[in-house]
């Protein structure tokens, strides 16, 4: 598309119909024109709304023109506008070009006006506008051409306006003798040529009363098929013999050949039957969010504390299991279904929910891939620096972790767009859209009156009517989605839904399981965290949720069925030695442990003796330390040891005789074929791991001990990841740019505009487009004049990689084979070697 094809659009407030002219007073005739024209507000904000056509910087505003037009850039603006935004660019993409406000106006409201349609229409428009969509005054309204070509309708592509061809589409292959037949028998004067004939079917069918009258005349069955095409879809098939109904129809114009089979309703028809709506349902206002629920705001900010704490205590149970038992990795990377289900089971939640806190850590970066050769999962060490944080930090850090990942979680369990299934922590689950669409459903909670939840199905109609879903068959920017399963948060199949519609759903879910809501309310600490951006937010979130999460106990309560009961969260150190000498039996409000024979010889095997385990238990409970257990941890102590297991293969060494008798004689240590080499030592076959759990199956305590002799001490396996950078976010297209970068590009625009428009004289042996020609001595007595005069310009520049371009520049100083000017494309102060410059040339009229 060339540039002089390209529309232009001025910068107006929202909210008002605008006319745009130029700096000369005359309406612009191209989208550069327009650009030109605008403010540098007006500028910045296209910027923002459309970043893709900041990269890189334009060189001047008709490269942004240029840009703007673009198919990907179009279809990509398109995207983002809502519903009624969209339903009058589509309004514009059906009206003959140019057409005024007005002509708009009435497609979106009809002939009877609608006031909604009327205040909406300017706030509309003006957003067209700003994003460089539409340009012009109201009386000459323009869509640029390609959004043009992507919103009306054709065969191939139907418009959700459901309008068809107009009557010149419809007729352009039709013969003159058949345009003049459909002329006489709907009783116009016939003409001398298609174009005109054209015009007359178009009047006659954009006249009310002569159009009126026609329609009197139709048989009740014509009426019937013209009210089964009116609103849509405008095309249907003939039989070679067709009925009455549809021959009279087809005599008349009113049904025009679309293929020998097919016939359309032309769309001045059309819009005539409609009242002039261009929409059914024109939708100007957008959706309510209703309620459904209020709760006390106290109540709902400490549901959502509660629901914290538990998140708080399920990722550090997962990292601590996956720490001893790592899962590994699949070959085509993520984590197997059987390894899901295993720690499903162990978080007691279901398959989907258990693969939403996996990701999250995986997210917040205390969860990565290993790298070794026998790859696998396991915590990083930014786990125990998690670990080592108060416990509203550590909420924070998940929460924020959770706002800025375009991980999925709820993608798991479905297919890609080649049938293959999602893995959690697998390579396909990033959807560039999931944290815009999280953060729209807390914002739009956050509009709630505090306490306030919200029924769900009107905050999805609310979160469609901003981002309409692109109807089958329309264009896309990016690639095909994958067939992702939608999916309930307990893992049910639900009814089709649109993919930010189910990111929207699931964002409720899981924002009620990480304590971001309560009781379907955002929590007090949320909206801290939503309403202040940066660091400043998270430490705002963290102390308003700080005094809400019970504080870490010191103590257990000792129970004489060999049980301790944990009240609340426990302190670090004590909860790592409590889990060391105890298992855990149950969970929830109060954690309940149980000493077992097994337990215990775990702490020895950690090098704590008899006394020690004593005297932990008695420092850290409420209640005297029950007989029943003293009796336990003396009975394993005693026997703890007594037998050494070291590396032969492996052997038994034992001081009495007499025990090892009895081993050999126990029909259970056949499988390990031990053999006497010594009164008091047992050679074995086995590896001394195999050796040492098999004497433990048979009941006895051993103990490893080294090649020296000595005990080795065991600790429980702590699996650590090389130090790994959490997953970065995938987005889609460059980010937002912030208002520095926006004024400088801005700036650099408008320099290189300047010099790009500047009016220039003729240059020797120079044809238009090209760089000037000049010999180094032209060169030279031109810029030393310019720098004498104070006077600008143009050169024809090469540097140092072989690029040419063309600059304007005022010279300053000129010496040493070097030219030093401000450089009006840059709007900077630049050094330029003369032998670099191809020629120079002076301006009509000096720029500066």
């Known amino acids: 598309m060339g540039t002089g094809e390209l529309d232009r659009e001025a910068h107006v407030p929202a909210g008002t119909p605008a006319s745009t002219t130029t700096g000369t007073g005359t309406a612009p005739r191209t989208l550069a024109e327009a650009l030109r024209a605008r403010g540098d507000e007006g500028l910045a904000a296209l910027l923002r709304a459309r970043p893709d056509l900041l990269t890189p910087v334009p060189s001047d505003l008709t490269q942004l023109a240029t840009r703007a037009g673009t198919r990907a850039s179009v279809v990509r603006a398109l995207e983002r506008l809502d519903r009624f935004t969209l339903q009058t660019a589509q309004a514009l993409a059906v009206a003959a070009e140019p057409t005024s406000y007005g002509t708009v106006l009435g497609l979106l409201a009809g002939g009877a006006g609608e006031p909604a349609v009327e205040g909406a229409l300017p706030r509309s428009l003006g957003v067209l506008r700003e994003q460089a969509l539409v340009w012009g005054d109201d009386d000459r309204l323009r869509l640029v051409r390609t959004a043009r070509e992507l919103l009306a309708p054709s065969p191939s592509h139907p418009s959700p306006t459901g309008l068809g061809p107009t009557v010149a589409e419809a007729t352009a292959g039709m013969s003159p003798g058949r345009m003049q037949e459909i002329l006489a028998v709907a009783g116009l004067p016939t003409t001398h040529d298609p174009v005109s004939a054209v015009a007359a079917l178009t009047g006659l069918f954009t006249d009310r009363e002569r159009m009126s009258a026609l329609l009197d005349t139709a048989p009740p069955e014509a009426l019937a098929v013209l009210d089964r095409l009116v609103w849509g879809p405008p095309y249907g098939e003939v039989a070679a013999e067709p009925t009455p109904p549809v021959r009279w129809l087809r005599d008349h114009g009113l049904l025009l050949p679309a293929s020998p089979r097919t016939v359309a309703l032309p769309r001045e028809a059309a819009l ?28 709902v900010d400490n549901t959502a504390a509660g629901q914290a704490y538990t998140a708080l205590a399920t990722v550090e149970e997962l990292l601590k299991e996956w720490q001893a038992a790592a899962p590994a990795v699949l070959r085509a990377s993520g984590l197997s279904v059987r390894d899901l289900k295993r720690t499903a089971a162990l978080l007691d939640v279901s398959e989907q929910i258990g693969a939403f806190w996996i990701e999250l850590a995986y997210a917040a970066g205390l969860l990565a891939s290993d790298g070794e050769a026998d790859e696998r999962f396991a915590p990083t060490p930014a786990y125990d620096d998690w670990l080592d944080l108060p416990a509203a930090e550590r909420w924070t850090t998940l929460a924020t972790a959770w706002l800025a990942a375009t991980r999925t979680a709820g993608l798991v369990g479905g297919q890609d767009a080649k049938g293959r299934t999602l893995a959690a922590l697998g390579p396909d689950l990033d959807r560039s859209a999931a944290p815009e669409v999280r953060r729209r459903v807390l914002a739009l909670l956050a509009d709630l009156p505090q306490g306030a939840a919200p029924v769900p199905g009107t905050l999805l109609d609310r979160l469609r009517w901003e981002r309409p879903v692109r109807p089958a068959g329309a264009p896309a920017s990016g690639p095909p989605p994958a067939r992702d399963a939608a999916r309930t948060p307990s893992g049910g199949p639900t009814e089709p839904m649109d993919l930010r519609s189910r990111i929207a759903t699931w964002t409720l879910t899981e924002a009620e399981l990480l304590g971001i809501t309560g009781r379907g309310a955002l929590s007090t600490a949320a909206r801290a965290l939503l309403d202040t951006s940066g660091p400043q937010g998270v430490v705002l979130a963290a102390r308003a949720m700080a005094p809400l999460l019970p504080a870490p106990l010191d103590h257990v309560l000792l129970q004489a069925d060999l049980t301790a009961v944990a009240p609340g969260p426990l302190e670090r150190p004590l909860a790592d030695a409590l889990g060391v000498l105890a298992d855990v039996e149950s969970k929830g409000g109060a954690t309940v442990y149980r000493f077992t024979p097994a337990s215990v010889r775990r702490a020895l095997d950690a090098g704590q003796a008899a006394a020690d385990l004593h005297a932990f238990l ?65 050679a074995a076959q086995a590896d001394p791991a195999a050796l040492l759990e098999g004497l433990r199956a048979m009941g ?69 487009g090209e760089l000037p020609r000049t010999t180094p001595a032209e060169t030279l007595a ?50 330029y070697p003369l032998h670099r410059i191809t020629g120079v040339a002076e301006l009509a009229d000096d720029p500066a």
């Open 782 to 831: 031109t810029v030393q004049a310019a720098a004498l005069t104070g006077s600008a310009v143009w050169i024809g520049y090469v540097n140092a990689d072989g690029a040419a371009s063309q600059r304007v520049i005022a010279p300053v100083r000129v010496e040493g084979g070097f030219v030093t000017a401000y450089d009006h494309t840059a709007d900077e102060v630049r050094t």
């Open 700 to 768: 006895y305590a051993p103990a490893a001990e080294s090649a020296e002799g000595d005990v080795l001490i065991t600790r429980a396996d702590a699996r650590r990841t090389p130090p790994r950078t959490p997953p970065a976010p995938v987005r889609e297209g460059p980010p937002v740019p912030d208002d520095t970068l926006l004024g400088a590009a801005v700036k650099a625009i408008r320099a290189g505009d300047m010099a790009a428009t500047a009016v220039r004289r003729p240059a020797p042996h120079t044809a238009d």
């Open 618 to 682: 008695a420092k850290h409970s409420r209640t005297p330390v029950p007989q029943p257990l003293s009796y336990l941890i003396d009975d394993v102590a005693r026997r703890h040891g007594h037998l050494r297991i070291g590396a032969a293969s492996a052997y038994v060494r034992c001081d009495d005789d007499a025990l090892l008798d009895e081993i050999l004689a126990d029909r259970r240590s056949q499988a390990l074929r031990m053999r006497r080499l010594a009164p008091t030592v047992l």
């Open 272 to 299: 005539h039957l409609r009242g002039g709506r261009a929409h059914r349902e024109p939708e100007p206002v957008a959706p309510e969010v209703l309620v459904t629920a209020e709760h006390r705001p106290q109540v």
